[in-house]
Structure formats: C-alpha cells, structure tokens
C-alpha cells in the first residue's frame, strides 16, 4: 500500500526503486503476474536505475525459475551480475527467501555448468524479452552466453556459499574457457586441498598440468584418479575442454596405456592401463579404434571376454570389415569354445586381410592353435562335402571362400591334411592343373601318403589312366570310406563305371591269390564308384566273410536283399542263404532260420546245395530243430511245424520226425495244414 501510495504521488523520486520494492511485495504475496509487470517495466525502462534493475532482473529471475524457464533465470542473473555484482549479492541476500535461495543457487549452477557445455540452444526466449530491443534487453543479449558471463555468475554462488565445491569448479571451468588457466588451478588446487579425493577436481587439474607440460604431476593426478575409480566425473569435463585440449588428453592416455602394457603384464598394471584407454576413448567421444582393440585385448587377458567382445563390437560397428576386430573376436570365441563364431569371425578376417590374420594365428600358444586350424579345417571340409553331395555348381563366392581358407590353412600349419584340403578345393573349382602342381609340390611326384596318391589317381583319370588310379584309391577305400566317397565326386560318371569294373576284376584276381585283406579294398572301391551295385556288394560280402569281419558282410547283404525285386530266384535263394550263413556266424540263429526257409522257398534245389557246402547239412538241421523246439516250448505250433518241416527237407533227422509227431499230438485238436 505505502509503494501504492508513493508511485500515484505528484513527485516520480525513485519511481523505478518503488516499482522494483512493489514488485518483490507482489512476489511474496504468490501474485506473480504483478509482480512481473512492475520488474518489466523497471527493465524496460528507457533510462534505467542500475541499482533497480539489479533488483528487477533478480526478481523475474525468481518468477521464471516457478515457470520453468531455468535458462532465462541465469541470463538474468548474469545480466545483473554483469551490472553490478556486490549490489547483486546484496539483493539476493536482502529480498530472496531462505526457502527459495537453495533452488535458485542450484538451478544457476546447473545452467552455468550446462552453458558452458554448449548444451543449452539460444534461441529459446520468452514473448517479453523478445518485445523491444532497448535500454538494458539491448545489454542482456551481449556476452551473457559467454564464459566472461559464467565467471560472473559462480563469481556470486562462491560469494553466496564460499564452502559449496561445485560453484568454485563451475568457476574454475569458466576461467578455462577465458584463457585464465593459472587462476584455474590456483582455484582447484585450493579446492583439492580441501577434498583429497574429489575426483572432478582432480580430472581439470591433471589436464591442466598436461597443458603446461607437466607430465609427471599429471600422471600422479590421473592415477589418483584411476584409484578413487570413477571415470563418470570426465564426461562433463570433456564438454568443457577444448578440442586441441582433449586430443592432447587422448594422445597421453594413449600413450600412457602402451607404455603401461609393454612393461609388466600383471593384472594391475594392466587395469591401469585399461583405465588410461578409458580415459583416451572419453576424450575422443566415446570412438577411437585403435584404443578399444587395445582395450578389448586387455580385458580378454584378465579373462572379461564378454567385455573384450563389447569393445570389438564398437569397432565393428563403425567398420563392419575391421580386420583386427574380427580376428580378435574371433579370438575371444575361441577362448569361450564357441566354434560356430570363432569360425565365422576368422573366415570373415581372412577374407578382408589373410596377410594380416595369419600371423595372428601364428602368434596364438600350440593349443589354441591346433584347435583354430582344426575348426577351420572341419568347416572347409563340410562346406564342401555338402557342396560336392547336392551336385550343384558352387557358387564363386563360396568357392573363393574356401580358397581363402584352405592357402591359408596350408601357411599356419603346413600338416598333410590341410595340403589335402587345399587340393580338394582347387579340384572343386576346376583348377586341376594347379592341384596336381600343389600336390606334387608338397608330397612330391610319387607320394607315400595314402591320402594324397589318392588325388593324384584322380587327377590322372582325367588322362584316361583307370588302371593306375585303382590301386592308390583301393588303399585309400582301406583307411577312409568316407574320404573316397568324397572324392569320387570329382570323377565322371563313365570313368566311375570303368574304375569299378577294373577294381572288381583284381579284387577277384587278389581274392583267387587268398590275399583277402588287399582285396577289400578293390571290392570296396568297386561298390562306391558303382554306387552300391549289387553285383559288388556280394563280392565284397564274400571277402569279408573270408575275413570274418561278418558284421560289416552282413550289412552288405541286407542291402542286396533289399535291393530284391527284378532278380530270379534262384539268385535270391543264394542271397538268403548268404544272409542265412552270416547270422549263424554271428550267433543269430533264429533270423538264420527264416533266411533259409525262404532261401528253400525260392529254390530249393539251390539252397539245398549251398547248405551241403556251408555250414553242412547236419549241422543246420540240429540248429532248426533248436529254434522248433523252442517255438513249441512256446506253444507256437504253426512256426514250429513250419520250421520242422523246412528241417526234414534239408535232412531227415530222426530228433525233428520225433518233434513233428509230438506236434501233432499236441495239436491233434487244432488245424495245423
């Protein structure tokens, strides 16, 4: 009421003292939009009173912090600091409540910090302060923005509260944006002399000392900083550092770490070193390659491989074809005994860069390195079996995929399976000159090696030669099945036919000559280059019958007896019988039964004979008397009448007549015929 008075008086003495007393009365009375009428007209004032704007600027400063307009608060603030800062003080002192002053220092903290961060945008301005352009608005949109601003600023906070940290850094940081990096440090080592510990006090002087060329003092610093273990407090110190400044930081961590690592390899020092490349990888903005594959190695030797892959996943981010990011992930794969992405990530390296991969292998201890070159073999391997089995034409890719891997599976370990490999690709793309060339390069013109005169007679099928390609692939059919049902897949379908035929006709020759062993492997190069033919699968069944590896024969019968459709019967007796002969062998004597019962069926005259021969027919009848005695035993009449009377057809022996008869008293009431 007394402003009320005084302001509608004739005399206009200290109008604007009067509207800026009003306005803070309006303000503690809650009516903020009086309030801010009197401090705007204050501002805006055409010869404004320095003394009464001060009081106007913090008075709306007040209002916008309510309104949410922080940004706006500091630029008043600034701006009235910018003035006259004891007069600020003391008006923050005389007019702002106890309650209030907190959150207004708070929030000019946070706006001075954020200012010179170069977070806040501007633009953004209220609808009066962008009205008109005169009197003081004029001054507020000079340098209020600028560090000069920001000291002013923590100026007031430190005069404020002279024990708050936070305002003697945010003054620190404003003296290093103006280039006052003495006063700086004076500023913040009075601080640290207060809090040892304080680690954002400790970031801005190690980059100071840095700066100066105090190496020494500044690793000390950092490495206080590494112990106190919080690397957080050098974001926001990094938005304030200059570009030139935070290269420097980066070039010293980096620098720092490596010295580190090529000293003692502890798991200290290398967790210092891992802070260091921390610290340079902030400094560079979160991506610098060369610090986060040093770091990721790190972190795989103190055994954190999931973190080690985090770090190789950066780099691969931003280079998908990174050559040490893949093998070194690959790397760490392997040390997690993941074989599927160890494999893809080293074939992915190779790929880009065998050069540089190789050695990177070659450098891994013997284990680790056997089983890198073993994964890749295997891969390879099923790679192009499975090509080589669906009979389609590889692609070019995939093709020079396997290339890439096998040259460089013959350069880590020079073993005669991965020269076998590489040779099998080749062959698989068509270069056989150049297979033949790398063979004989690396087992010479006559090999000894099983495996490898093996390729070398499919190599010369190409010139027609069938005789000489069947006695290294029969020696290979006696070690490897598989690796010769492989590399058949390189050999037409005519030259299969005539190897087949050839092999056939010296394992009978070897047969004839007793020399089983030798002889089964022409009879099994003969079944696969005919693919499973009957005919062969019977000659190498009666070879191993000689053997008597009767298990592996009678699997070789069973596929002929499946087989069974447009034969005669009398060559399906002699099958039967076959079958019948191995089961006894092996002790299956009730499957050896049916298989001579139907053999009998079929042909009788034949399989009459062949029993005479083998096992005897004495011999068999007992074993079918045997099985009918335990199917009557069984109560099974039928079954044992059945095999009873096949028995008497083979031999009339006195113990199955004995049976029959009893058969059929047993039976005399059931219908046996």
């Known amino acids: 009421d007394m402003c009320e008075q005084l302001l509608t008086a004739e005399q206009s003495t200290y109008h604007n003292t009067l509207l800026a007393l009003r306005g803070f009365c309006c303000l503690h009375a809650q009516n903020h939009h009086g309030a801010l009428q009197d401090f705007q007209r204050v501002i805006e004032h055409e010869s404004p009173h320095p003394s009464s704007c001060i009081k106007a600027l913090c008075g709306r400063g007040l209002i916008r ?26 008006t923050i002192k005389s007019y702002v409540p106890w309650n209030q002053r907190g959150l207004l220092l708070k929030v000019l903290q946070e706006e001075g910090q954020m200012m010179l961060q170069k977070k806040r945008y501007p633009g953004g301005s209220s609808v009066s302060f962008q009205k008109k352009q005169t009197g003081l608005c004029t001054f507020l949109t000079l340098k209020s923005r600028d560090a000069p601003g920001v000291f002013q600023l923590a100026s007031l906070l430190v005069e404020l509260d002279s024990s708050d940290e936070a305002s003697r850094i945010l003054c620190a940081d404003a003296l290093y944006q103006m280039g006052r990096g003495e006063e700086a440090q004076e500023m913040l080592s009075l601080a640290l002399s207060r809090n040892p ?85 902030l400094a560079a903005g979160g991506y610098a390659e060369d610090c986060l594959l040093t770091r990721a190695r790190c972190y795989g030797r103190l055994g954190q491989m999931k973190t ?20 070194g992930r690959g790397f760490v794969h392997l040390a997690l005994r993941q074989q599927k992405e160890a494999v893809q990530d080293l074939i992915s390296a ?7 991969v190789i050695p990177a292998i070659l450098s891994l201890k013997p284990e680790a390195q056997g089983l890198v070159t073993g994964w890749l073999l295997q891969h390879g391997r099923a790679t192009l079996s499975e090509l080589m089995a669906t009979k389609e034409v590889p692609g070019e890719e995939t093709l020079r995929d396997l290339l890439t891997v096998a040259k460089a599976l013959t350069k880590t ?66 070690r490897d099945e598989k690796d010769l049902a492989f590399l058949l897949n390189f050999v037409d379908t005519k030259h299969q036919q005539h190897l087949a035929q050839a092999a056939a006709q ?87 039964v049916q298989h001579y019962m139907q053999a009998l069926q079929l042909d009788e005259p034949l399989a ?66």
């Not at 912090?65 to 003391?90: H, R």
């Not at 985090?310 to 093998?327: G, I, T």
């Not at 009377?645 to 058969?663: T, W």
Request: charged share 25%; with cysteine; aromatic share 6%.
């Open 65 to 90: 912090i309510s309104g949410g307009s922080n940004y706006l608060t500091a630029l008043d603030y600034i701006t009235a600091c910018q003035l006259k800062l004891d007069e600020t003080i003391f």
């Open 197 to 281: 510990q304080r680690a954002p006090v400790l970031a801005r002087l190690a980059l100071l000392q840095l700066k100066r060329g105090f190496v020494y003092d500044g690793n000390q610093l950092l490495r206080r900083l590494i112990r106190i273990g919080d690397s957080s407090c050098l974001l926001p110190v990094l938005d304030i550092f200059q570009d030139e400044d935070r290269e420097l930081l980066q070039s010293h961590c980096r620098w720092r770490a490596l010295a580190i690592l090529k000293g003692k390899q502890e798991a200290a020092a290398i967790k210092e070193a891992i802070a260091h490349l921390s610290f340079a990888i």
């Open 308 to 327: 080690a892959i985090f770090d190789f996943n950066a780099v691969l981010k931003e280079d998908p074809r990174n050559v040490q990011a893949l093998s």
């Open 350 to 356: 190779l790929k880009v860069e065998a050069g540089a």
């Open 413 to 478: 370990c020079r073993t005669a399976q991965h020269h076998i490999f590489y040779t099998d690709v080749l062959m698989a793309n068509g270069e056989h000159q150049e297979a033949l060339k790398h063979l004989q390069e690396a087992f010479g013109r006559c090999p000894a090696e099983d495996f490898a005169r093996a390729r070398l007679a499919v190599l010369q099928l190409q010139s027609r030669n069938v005789a000489g390609a069947a006695a290294p692939l029969s020696a290979l059919a006696r």
């Open 506 to 592: 010296e394992g009978k020759v070897l047969m004839k000559g007793h020399d089983h062993q030798q002889a089964l492997g022409y009879h099994s190069l003969a079944v696969l280059a005919s693919r499973a033919s009957p005919r062969y699968l019977r000659h190498r069944a009666a070879c191993l019958m000689h053997l008597k590896k009767y298990e592996k024969a009678l699997k070789d019968m069973e596929k002929v007896i499946q087989g069974h459709g447009c034969n005669s019967p009398k060559t399906q007796a002699g099958d039967h019988c076959c079958q019948g002969f191995l089961l006894l062998a092996l002790a299956r004597e009730e499957a050896a």
């Open 608 to 673: 009459l004979g062949t029993i005479t021969e083998c096992p005897g027919r004495e011999s068999l009848t007992k074993t079918f008397h045997k099985i009918a005695q335990d199917n009557f035993e069984k109560q099974r009449y039928e079954e044992a009448w059945k095999i009873t009377d096949y028995g008497l057809k083979i031999d009339k022996s006195s113990e199955l007549q004995k049976l029959k008869a009893r058969l059929k008293r047993e039976a005399s009431s059931c219908s046996i015929h």
